[in-house]
């Protein structure tokens, strides 16, 4: 099975101190960057674009996984892929063209990933399973950090789980991922885990470090 990836959201981390913040969760044992892009209009709250996406990249080599909360989105994908995002996911709710979406996606030559907000079905994903390199569940609504995960997304999980058979496929939850309920998630097939909360809380490197190895090992 796929290995077990952890991407700490840096929404829950300090954003005057960004660049320091996402080199330190990298070196207290984090696999990915997960960048959420909020826009005030698909979601209602509004975080960064490219550009901060662009002065974070020096920073560290670790993938950045960037979760487009923006609608449209197409207009925006290019901006993401040169500032130097490696995966890119857009909502499949976020317009009507997701095979395009992901199409221009890999055109430039990036990761491209769809997420399904709670109430939306697995079905959605069917006739693009081939245009994909990572399905990202959302276990709240997005728009804010700090919120529980809602349960029924497990079943939606392992269903697409079972969809993705042996495709080269992540399969990522977000949204109130703790220790308390990340073996919960990996059971039913999740391999990539956001958090955003869980990893921050505390405030420093010891404290990300022993948050992170709490998830890893629940
Ligand atoms: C929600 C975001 C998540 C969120 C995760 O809209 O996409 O990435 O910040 O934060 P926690 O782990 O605090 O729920
Ligand atoms: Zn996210």
Redo the contacts with the bound molecule.
Sequence with gaps: SRPITIAP?I??SDFSRLGQEVCDVIDAGADWV?L?VMDGHF?PNITFGPDVVKSLRPHTDAVFDC?L?IAPCDPYIEAFAKAGCDIITVHAEAGPHLHRSLQAIRSMGKKAGVSLNPATPEEVIEYVLDELDLVLVMS?N??????KLIPAVLEKARRINDMIGDRPIDLEI????TKDNAGDAAKVGINAL?????VFKGGNIDAYRTNIAAIREA
């Design positions: 959201s929404l829950a997960h959420d979601v979760h909360m709240v997005p728009g804010f950090g700090g919120q977000d949204g109130g991922i956001v958090a955003g909360s869980a």
